[in-house]
Nanobody, 128 residues
């Protein structure tokens, strides 16, 4: 069982930055692929970014096209934490951001159903 707790959301002006954190419980954090999803009012949950650690300790990262060049996902396995650095924020980035964890195949890393554990979400609001 993995428990995930997000933090770092808030209100920011367009063009600003925020860093989201997701702290995970458990002793096998490095075994999990970690993802960030978001859900805006009236819209479906959508993939933002994901990161996994290979058996050789190499990090692989994946991004939705709409955040490439603006958002950066990273993880610190020693701290059981995954981060989402968000720069050049736009009003359309306003949403609840969720952290998620998964095991197994990574072929469907951008599909929410492939993730086994979810945090409670943190609100990000970008004003114009």
């Amino acid at each position: 069982q993995v428990q995930l707790v997000e933090s770092g959301g808030g209100l920011v002006q367009a063009g600003g930055s925020l860093r989201l954190s997701c702290a995970a419980s458990g002793r096998t954090f490095s075994s999990y692929g970690m993802g960030w999803f978001r859900q805006a009012p009236g819209k479906e949950r959508e993939f933002v970014a994901s990161i996994r650690t290979s058996a050789a300790g190499v990090y692989f990262v994946y991004y939705a096209d709409f955040v490439k060049g603006r958002f950066t996902i990273s993880r610190d396995n020693a701290k059981n934490t995954v981060y989402l650095q968000m720069n050049s924020l736009k009003p359309e980035d306003t949403a609840v951001y969720y952290c998620a964890a998964r095991l197994g195949s990574y072929n469907d890393y951008d599909v929410s159903a492939g993730y086994n554990y979810w945090g409670q979400g943190t609100q990000v609001t970008v004003s114009s």
